[in-house]
């Protein structure tokens, strides 16, 4: 039920961006996403990168990687999304059946509902985990580490009811419970100890607790409790399984953009210049980063947006309405993830190749220049490296859209190569707040 075009975004109507809200506005969309990033990639092409160089030969290399990790991982090609949802399946433990077994009969759209609910707190919680982190699933006694572990951990703090302010409906996450949540209990639910740390625990805290405070905020995205659910309504209708109900996957990603601009951190904003007389008008821009290279109109020339978490997060919530019965349009539109994994790819495989040799060795932030143009021209390279990848398995765009090129698929070559180079470890040595990868 999920159409693979890639229609983008309509026209903004204050091209300009010479306020605020029209600058935040473009700098909300996948397409300024993708010129932005493909530019960036043109100027490293032809040697005005400070930073890379870019080994078009290698491109060749990592389809045939690629594709060979796809045919291990899916033999008969049935390549679902990239999503959280495969996370909850680690180990081979269908939890989304045991979701559903608890859930009982009801509704499809109050199952979307909590599956949404779960999909969007454990997205959230998806940063980087660190390399000394696992989690001991009791039920299964399967220990996960990284996104695997993150996903399971999730899953059982959310059917233990840790972000529902309702004792007797567990199953949710609404903005009383998740604005209560006490730092400690994520970290018992996260089996966190001095042998056992988790990067950033205390920022992936404080966004939960700021996610609450502004789902209470926008009763008409997120209903009256407050739930990341009730963006179902708003999307699909209240009825939500009419066969006739359909949204497009970019109407997702900008609820998610729009609705949950207040939990990111408050560094990254943008505001129309001041005029005597009037109050600071600064919206924050969540996964948007400065790179002097960046050319744009107005206010939003030197950015670089990325929203790669609340992408992520629209990845992940596809499932939630197809299942209901919610033709999902537009797959297309949203870009490939420019984290770790497959940005990691582009550098072990050499298609990315460093202007100073010891960049490696340094150690950064989200903000740093190399990185937001790292990150860019991941996004550019996934575009060109999907095609490849679909020639060597046979496949149509139709058949293998790009969520299922990252699921097959780049993310897990990437893992690949850093297990086999460094134990599993990426390239790049990146401080996290948990917030952003």
Request: proline share 6%.
């Amino acid at each position: 039920m999920t159409d693979i075009s890639t229609s983008t975004p309509p026209a903004l109507s204050l091209p300009l961006c010479e306020d605020a809200a029209s600058a935040a506005s473009l700098l909300r969309t996948t397409s300024a996403i993708r010129t932005r990033a493909q530019a960036l990639l043109a100027q490293a092409r032809s040697g005005g990168s400070r930073h890379f160089r870019v080994f078009d030969p290698a491109l060749h290399e990592a389809a045939l990687l690629v594709a060979e990790v796809t045919r291990t991982r899916y033999p008969d090609y049935a390549i679902p999304f990239h999503s959280r949802w495969r996370h909850f399946e680690a180990g081979g433990v269908d939890r989304r059946a045991l979701l559903d077994e608890r859930l009982g009969d009801v509704p499809p759209a109050v199952r979307a509902r909590a599956q949404i609910d779960l999909a969007l707190v454990s997205v959230l919680l998806d940063a980087g985990a660190g390399p000394d982190w696992k989690y001991v699933e009791a039920a299964s006694g399967q220990t996960f580490t990284r996104s695997e572990g993150l996903g399971v951990a999730s899953f059982h703090a959310f059917t233990a009811g840790m972000f529902s302010s309702d004792p007797a409906n567990p199953l949710q996450a609404d903005a009383a419970g998740l604005r209560g949540l006490i730092t400690d209990r994520l970290v018992q639910a996260f089996q966190v100890r001095d042998n056992n740390p988790l990067v950033g625990v205390e920022g992936r805290a404080t966004l939960l607790r700021r996610l609450g405070e502004v789902l209470a905020e926008q009763p008409a995205t997120f209903g009256p409790d407050g739930r990341p659910g009730g963006m179902f309504d708003l999307l699909a209708g209240s009825a939500g399984s009419a066969t006739t109900a359909e949204v497009s996957a970019h109407a997702i990603l900008s609820t998610l953009l729009d609705g949950l601009s207040g939990i990111w951190p408050a560094q990254n904003t943008v505001a129309s210049p001041e005029r005597p007389g009037r109050a600071s008008d600064a919206l924050p821009l969540g996964d948007c980063w400065r790179h002097a290279d960046v050319r744009g109109p107005g206010l939003t020339d030197g950015w670089m947006p990325f929203h790669k978490l609340s992408q992520w997060l629209t990845y992940s919530l596809l499932e939630p309405f197809d299942w209901a019965g919610v033709k999902v349009t537009g797959l297309g539109a949203l870009t490939g993830l420019p984290e770790y994994r497959n940005g990691g790819l582009l550098i072990d495989i050499g298609i990315l190749r460093l202007v100073e040799p010891d960049a490696l060795a340094r150690r950064y932030t989200a903000g740093d220049e190399f990185i937001v143009e790292w990150r860019a021209l991941t996004v550019a390279l996934l575009d060109e490296l999907a095609p490849l990848v679909r020639a060597q398995l046979g496949a149509t765009e139709e058949a293998m859209p790009l969520a299922c090129v990252l699921e097959g698929g780049t993310w897990a070559a990437g893992r690949v190569l850093a297990n086999r180079l460094r134990g599993g470890t990426p390239p790049l040595n990146i401080e996290s707040d948990g917030t952003i990868f």
